[in-house]
């Protein structure tokens, strides 16, 4: 079956330290990626997304993500984080030839502290 | 990104009423939307795709009779809960899918709570 994995589900980082978040997906055909940042009390917004050519991709407040065709990857990135960045972090993927369904992970809380 | 909204944000409804939740596109036609929900701290799942002037098409395990899906109009899609039971409790997302792209936009949610 298809499915996306997110396998930390809760992180508990310091401010300045280094982020990565992992996202695998089990999918066969060509696939659209995305990861979407849900604030406390706010709706999904979108932080990057992948459709092709560079498989590094930069988003914004400083995420990037990089597409790993061979390990069907897109982990997720940030140098330095900030307490600001505490949230929810869901990888989605979009089979392209599903009528663009995307489905999530599972998510993975991300807690800042100062 | 487009604005998309909800309405209301927030239900609370006594076991055995119908609900009915709106998702508005505000920026422009959206031909497909697709309604999602979320039960706490966990992740969105999909629960049918919207089509504008045609049936929804529901995920395996959605029940269409209860969740009843109208998407009568380019900007606007409706979402009706029928019969509520306190394990419909949960928070409705809609997102709308940006023209011609695979992106989606999403709105801010609707939580419903079932007494």
């Known amino acids: 079956a298809q499915s996306v994995s997110q396998h930390n589900h809760h992180v508990i980082l310091s401010e300045a330290a280094s982020l990565e978040l992992g996202c695998n997906y089990s999918y066969g055909g060509t696939v659209n990626l995305f990861w979407y940042v849900q604030y406390p009390g706010q709706h999904l917004q979108l932080l990057l997304k992948?459709?092709?050519?560079?498989?590094l991709v930069k988003g914004i407040k400083g995420f990037e993500a990089e597409f790993i065709k061979s390990k069907f990857s897109f982990n997720l990135r940030k140098p330095s984080v900030q307490w600001s960045d505490t949230a929810e972090y869901f990888c989605?993927?979009?089979?392209?030839?599903?009528?663009?369904?995307?489905?999530f992970g599972s998510g993975t809380r991300l807690s800042i502290r100062p | 990104g487009a604005v998309v909204s909800q309405h209301p944000s927030w239900v609370i409804c006594k076991s055995g009423t119908s609900v009915k939740i709106e998702c508005r596109s505000l920026d422009f036609q959206a031909t497909t939307m697709f309604w999602y929900r979320q039960f706490p701290k966990q992740s969105l799942m999909l629960m049918a795709t919207s089509n504008e002037g045609s049936k929804a098409t529901y995920e395996q395990g959605v029940e269409k009779d209860k969740f009843l899906i109208n998407h009568a109009s380019l900007t606007l899609s409706t979402l009706t809960v029928t019969s509520a039971h306190p394990e419909d409790s949960s928070f409705y997302i809609c997102?709308?899918?940006?023209?011609?792209?695979?992106?989606?936009?999403f709105g801010p949610g609707t939580r419903l709570t079932v007494t």
């Open positions: 992948y459709f092709s050519g560079d498989p």
């Open positions: 997102s709308v899918r940006y023209p011609s792209s695979y992106e989606q936009y």
């Open positions: 989605a993927v979009n089979e392209r030839s599903s009528a663009s369904k995307i489905i």
